[in-house]
């Protein structure tokens, strides 16, 4: 490959020129956080329930709660706790440690439970 070539310029002097393949350099290194591939992003409607996992699979989704699914998410739990008695709502709420007395009327169960779940704190299941 090192062959000695001639370039002949019109109203010039003749040169000879080494034809050696110039090194290229390797593939270049992507400095992003995480490959386009791996990085999944869903919108979510309950933050407070686990992401979905497969056992096969070694990539999960990221979880986000954007302004539609927050609304909704309210929706869903003003409708579950309208359906629930009083006693299950109450039992919610001392398993998570809400409730200090005996005496807290059920309308205030009730906000606090459906305060908790909103933002994620308690979960309705």
């Not at 270049?28 to 992401?51: E, F, I, Q």
């Not at 709660?65 to 008695?85: P, Y």
């Not at 439970?113 to 909103?118: N, S, Y």
Request: glycine share 12%.
């Amino acid at each position: 490959m090192s062959e000695k070539m001639v370039i002949t310029k019109i109203g010039g002097d003749e040169k000879q020129v080494d034809t050696k393949p110039i090194p290229v350099a390797g593939k270049r290194k992507t400095m992003r956080t995480y490959p386009r591939g791996v990085l999944k992003v869903k919108g979510v409607k309950d933050p407070a329930k686990s992401p979905p996992l497969k056992k096969t699979s070694k990539r999960h989704m990221i979880q986000i709660l954007t302004d539609v699914g927050a609304k909704n998410h309210r929706k869903t739990i003003r409708k579950k706790l309208m359906k629930m008695g009083n006693k299950k709502v109450r039992g919610i709420a001392e398993k998570h440690g809400l409730l200090k007395g005996k005496g807290t009327p059920p309308s205030l169960v009730r906000d606090m439970v459906e305060g908790g779940a909103i933002a994620g704190f308690i979960s309705l299941e």
